[in-house]
């Protein structure tokens, strides 16, 4: 069993509710999570995996509620937390899934490792983007392996 922490950042809600499907599908792994909806980094566990879930807005930016989140980590050295991504976008715009690309370089840079490619999905194809996210983050679950 590993325990998750779920960065969210959204602005109209529907990466709440990718975050809600997503915790559930760690659950019925057997792991634990928890959901931060306004994410401080003073708050949030380093030893745990960290699941970006993220929107983009703007033209290409980050949610209102990740934007301080974003600017601590960049701060930090992280060389020993782990992440996954997971992003919100819409392709008919050219910064399709900026914010989620921007969380993922911003902790590379901080020395995070990635544990597996980021999933961004297009809601333009994705009505309900917590089906393709589930679905991924089963397969994820399915060929990682989590230390304890
Ligand atoms: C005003 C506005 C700006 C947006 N800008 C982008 C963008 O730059 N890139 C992108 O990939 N998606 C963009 N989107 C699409 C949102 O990321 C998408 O609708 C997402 O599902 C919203 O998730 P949220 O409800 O968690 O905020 C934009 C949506 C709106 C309403």
Redo the contacts with the bound molecule.
Sequence with gaps: MAKFEII???????????ADALAETLSNHGHSANIHLLPNLAEIDQDAIWLIC????????L?DNIQTFAQQIALQNLNKLNFLVV?????????????AQHMEKTLLAAKAKLLHPAL????LNHPI?EEVAVEWLDNVLKSTQFDD
């Design positions: 969210v950042g959204s602005v109209l809600g529907a990466s709440e509710y990718v993220t929107s983009t807005h703007g033209a290409g930016d949610p992003g919100l976008g819409d392709s008919s715009y050219d910064t399709f899934c900026y914010a961004h999905v297009d809601v983007p």
